[in-house]
């Protein structure tokens, strides 16, 4: 075996034998390298928590390296590769995850928050091409036709100007969002919480297929491994680690894609959240985070690509209603157009009145207005010209 | 006469001789008062512009006095009365317009932005208390459905809490804004752009008639001033200094609710917007709005109160869904909880696996959530407890 191999293999091992995003674990990998943690962790020189998790694992396959030689074997046999950070492909930004703490409540989910170990990816792309231009797009399982739609129109757009659509897989939001890169031609990636050999939900099997073959399917839980709800809440790092920037379309209150969103506003990326009626439950995870400082209001694609794209690539236009003909007025005459009655005409003097304008610049300006067709002069004064309907 | 009285009538001559918020005459008010600024009006000792107006107004009835005069007398005739800032009732929170001044685009609505010479008012409670605890609710005429209910809900609200609801009489949101006012039996106070005796649109007459009785029409134009629409956004800065905020329920892309919040702001009120579905026309401007800093989010009028009303006082709970019941556990036990499976038990070590808690830890915190009635004991492990439906 390789020194190279070696790596890989303990990568694997350690992957599987604590709950991903341990940081005792990444510490001591940062201090020591995989091969010397994987070691010590089989040695019991760590933590109680972190050994007891071990041992159980182990329960069936007491030796480390072969439990993870048969995992890399089955991952061969379905056509999955492992990725590790010593691999070209190691999307490099994943490594900011080291650097990510959270409110310190106690909880594993909020303390463990280090990158992964190694990924376990069904499809061809290379990840870090995939992920250098992505977007992740959110939210609710129990999403509104509202949201739907707004999902599928958001990841369509990105995914025409090339923007890799990475999402969670659920049902809802997820789901609408994969659905309109694929139908889009462009890249969609699915970060599980579970084996990428094990479809969940089981209702989008064909889904996931279909992802695997145009596009990702990725996942830090080795082969088999089950979703449980806090791997979800775990694995939500990653998708925030993984892209430039993430969208909530539609979160309830208390909701895992407002975590997400969470995480990519602590690690610096573009926080997004769609707005929608304040009458609606599905918005009202969203309009809470756009009440938070750092979460911007996207309406639409080219918003999001206004806050991820490069400086002067991807800017989107000002709203700004329709514009009108005398926009292009100076503002004298602008505002003696303004002044200027629909039906009955008034004076140049009056019209200057109303306006704030002197009389004298009202006789020099009306005439041109008259000139340019926004005005007509009548009964020895003026009125606005009828508008072509 | 008596000195108050000469005052008095200054000012009325002056809000008729020049377009309200007039700058020049604003400043030439401060430094020599009214009485002296009207002799120098009249006598042409200011620009052309202020004199051109003045003399235009003076064309049927050239002596200033006796048109003030008999403005006064017909307001006494209408039951309406005028407030000038020498009154104890002035708000004396319009002198703020003083200092505003807006990007210099020579447009007179821009730099034009004085407080008024005097108020044209109809009805009976005083300005300043009414003034002291107020919101206003502005939007599109063309409003939407759900434009129409947001508004009437957050108007209801703030007037069912005493605060009065400040709107401009127009169609749509502002409409919905007063009539609910009423409706709770509440304060509300219609700003107009015209004679406070010219219902317009003429369509609100009632509305109107009935604002008059319960609460208070004010203009700064005389009677018998007619609506330009110049003048509707001359009248917005009062709006927007007369109250404690201005919340936007809908607008389009170009519209004036805009320009009434973009004065808040930049008088240090409370700016806020109501967000809609981005596919709606009517919500464009206010998302527009909410993208830029210093706008807020609101999603009713709860939270209106959190950003007008004092400290300590009306402050909105948190939108954070439903309460589970697990919230109260300490971390470790909300952990071991999130990871014990729904149908097929798990032992304590797997089950501490998962949640990336010591074996001896699930082993000590199982049993009390199984007395709590959260985890059932099965096939000599743990599962979820049913959950009553």
Not at 152 to 178: K, N, P, Y
Request: glycine fraction near 10%; charge should be negative.
């Amino acid at each position: 075996m390789t020194d190279t191999d070696e790596v890989r293999l303990a990568r694997v091992a350690l992957g599987c034998l604590a709950e991903p995003g341990n940081r005792e674990l990444g510490v001591l990998v940062r201090q020591v390298g995989p091969v010397d943690a994987l070691d010590r962790l089989l040695k019991g020189y760590v933590s109680e928590r972190l050994h007891d998790t071990a041992r159980l694992r182990l329960a069936d396959e007491p030796d480390a390296h072969r439990l993870a030689g048969s995992l890399v074997d089955s991952a061969d046999r379905l056509g999955a590769r492992i990725v590790t950070p010593e691999d070209d492909e190691w999307p490099p930004q994943l490594d900011d995850l080291a650097h990510l703490s959270r409110a310190a409540d106690g909880r594993a989910v909020e303390r463990d928050t280090d990158p992964p170990q190694c990924l376990w990816v069904r499809g061809h792309p290379a990840l870090d091409a995939v992920f250098d231009r992505s977007v992740a797009v959110v939210g609710a399982r129990a999403a509104s036709n509202y949201g739907t739609y707004v999902a599928t129109e958001l990841a369509h757009g990105l995914a025409e100007r090339d923007w890799t659509v990475v999402s969670g897989g659920a049902f809802g939001i997820d789901a609408a969002a994969h659905r309109a890169a694929l139908a889009a031609g462009g890249l969609t990636a699915a970060v599980l919480a579970c084996g990428v050999d094990r479809p969940y939900p089981l209702g989008h099997a064909n889904l996931f297929d279909r992802i695997g073959e145009a596009g990702l399917l990725i996942s830090e839980w080795p082969l088999g491994a089950a979703p449980h709800r806090l791997r979800f809440l775990i694995r939500n790092r990653v998708i925030a680690a993984l892209t430039r920037g993430t969208v909530v379309v539609e979160a309830a209150g208390r909701s895992g894609a407002r975590q997400t969103l969470g995480r990519a506003r602590a690690l610096g990326r573009a926080a997004m959240a769609v707005p929608g009626p304040v009458t609606s439950a599905m918005s009202v995870g969203c309009h809470a985070e756009l009440r938070e400082v750092g979460t911007r209001l996207v309406n639409n694609y080219r918003e999001v690509l206004e806050e991820v794209g490069r400086i002067g690539d991807d800017l989107a236009p000002m709203p700004r209603g329709l514009d009108r003909p005398h926009d292009t007025l100076d503002p004298i005459a602008a505002q003696l157009l303004d002044a200027v009655p629909p039906r009955r005409a008034s004076s140049a003097e009056e019209i200057a009145a109303t306006a704030g304008v002197s009389g004298r610049d009202a006789r020099r300006t009306l005439p041109s207005l008259v000139a340019a067709g926004f005005v007509v002069e009548h009964d020895n004064g003026y009125r606005l010209a009828p508008r072509p309907s």
